[in-house]
Nanobody, 123 residues
Framework: QVHLVESGGGLVQTGGSLRLSCTVS????????MAWFRRAPGKERSFVAA????????YHSDTVKGRFTISRDNSKNTLNLDMHALKPEDTAVYYC????????????????WGQGTQVTVSS
């Protein structure tokens, strides 16, 4: 079983920065993928970024590319999302997700999910 807990959300002004973290406990998957998704008010959950648990493979959605960076700290079993130049449209609940193998930007391909952390960007 994999247990994911997000932290770091909060209220920030437009143009500000936040770091989200996801602590992973239980088993980890050496060939697995980790990702961040978000659900904005009134919208479906959408892909933000993904990274392999081992190796350097990662990618970001076009919406956040150049502003957000996904990273991991294997020694601490932590997934991070550094967010800069935040916009009001980044306001959402951000979720950490994990799957046993490979990267994916498809929600249904992730087996494990955290409870989410709220990010609110004021204009």
């Amino acid at each position: 079983q994999v247990h994911l807990v997000e932290s770091g959300g909060g209220l920030v002004q437009t143009g500000g920065s936040l770091r989200l973290s996801c602590t992973v406990s239980g088993r980890t998957f050496s060939n697995g993928g980790m990702a961040w998704f978000r659900r904005a008010p009134g919208k479906e959950r959408s892909f933000v970024a993904a990274i392999r648990w081992r190796g350097g493979n990662m990618y970001h959605s076009d919406t956040v590319k150049g502003r957000f960076t996904i990273s991991r700290d294997n020694s601490k079993n932590t997934l991070n999302l550094d967010m800069h130049a935040l916009k009001p449209e980044d306001t959402a609940v951000y979720y950490c997700a994990a799957r046993p193998r490979y990267l994916s930007d498809v929600i249904n391909e992730y087996n494990y999910w955290g409870q989410g952390t709220q990010v609110t960007v004021s204009s």
